[in-house]
T-cell receptor, first 110, second 112 residues
């Protein structure tokens, strides 16, 4: 089955700096890669996703890149703000099953 | 549309008991997946249902089971509860394969 690894497990940045979270996957057939943000005590919420026919996608301060050859994808958050503090999960999917990384706890220091 | 709902939100059980959790997907969504979330383990996939059929099952013991009804609502059952079953159980629904999964608020289960 698919194996998704996520790094780092914790990340602290100063407000205004950028944050990068990286994930690798094992199954080359995976073709859909969503990222979720989970604030404390709340449900995971989709923040951005990318499909395997696209190399990069941006949405305001958030971007995701995908390298299919290396089987890794990354989340980039620019101009971080305190409200970006949360746990972020990456996932890889083919068909109807999603495999999640173990999460990155991001803290943005004001 | 209303989001994914889960009931109950909190449960306290003792070892050996059984529990049933319920998930109502977004209207029109036919795929429902269940996950167990524990600190440090992330989201562990339990099973996925589509049109009342279990299509995938994760690596959990047979004490964990589920079903889906004709209206796409889903239940999961855990029998003979163990302390290690204490976790947040999340369900997620999607319209079809490889579409965004939308999560419910979860049921927090504490086994004493």
């Amino acid at each position: 089955g698919e194996n998704v690894e996520q790094h780092p497990s914790t990340l602290s940045v100063q407000e205004g700096d950028s944050a990068v979270i990286k994930c690798t996957y094992s199954d080359s057939a995976s073709n859909y890669f969503p990222w979720y943000k989970q604030e404390l005590g709340k449900r995971p919420q989709l923040i951005i996703d990318i499909r395997s026919n696209v190399g990069e996608k941006k949405d305001q301060r958030i971007a995701v890149t995908l390298n299919k050859t290396a089987k890794h994808f990354s989340l980039h958050i620019t101009e971080t703000q305190p409200e970006d503090s949360a746990v972020y999960f990456c996932a890889a999917s083919k068909g109807n099953q999603f495999y999640f990384g173990t999460g990155t706890s991001l803290t943005v220091i004001p | 549309k209303a989001g994914v709902t889960q009931t109950p939100r909190y449960l306290i059980k003792t070892r050996g008991q059984q529990v049933t959790l319920s998930c109502s997907p977004i209207s029109g969504h036919r795929s429902v997946s269940w996950y167990q979330q524990t600190p440090g383990q992330g989201l562990q996939f339990l099973f996925e249902y589509f049109s009342e059929t279990q299509r995938n099952k994760g690596n959990f013991p047979g004490r964990f089971s589920g079903r889906q009804f004709s209206n796409s609502r889903s239940e999961m059952n855990v029998s003979t509860l163990e302390l290690g079953d204490s976790a947040l159980y999340l369900c997620a629904s999607s319209l079809q394969d490889q579409e965004t999964q939308y999560f419910g608020p979860g049921t927090r289960l504490l086994v004493l």
